[in-house]
């Protein structure tokens, strides 16, 4: 059987390689309601994400490069949603 590999979108910046890398592996998740992206906490699925960028990082980005573009993202995305009301208030 002839398999192929799924050739990812076009990205034009690293940011946004980083954060389809992330979204990839699970490690984010876009608020249902609002679009924004939020860190799900998942450590294994960071990981999965490091792994992705150290493997399948875009043509002429150091592997340096690549690792902190993902950790700059993480560390940009909250757990929660900026425009969704607090968990108390949704009762």
Not at 17 to 26: Q, R, S
Not at 32 to 49: L, V, Y
């Amino acid at each position: 059987m002839l398999m192929t590999r799924q050739r990812r979108p076009a990205i034009r910046t690293l940011g946004g390689w980083a954060i389809n890398v992330l979204n990839e592996a699970g490690a984010i998740r876009e608020c249902e309601e609002h679009g924004w992206m939020q860190d799900r906490a998942d450590p294994h699925a960071r990981q999965r994400s490091f792994d992705i960028a150290r493997r399948d990082r875009p043509e002429g980005v150091s592997l340096q490069a690549a690792e902190a573009a993902v950790r700059d993202v993480l560390e940009s995305i909250g757990d929660t949603c900026p425009e969704c009301p607090p968990e108390e208030d949704r009762r």
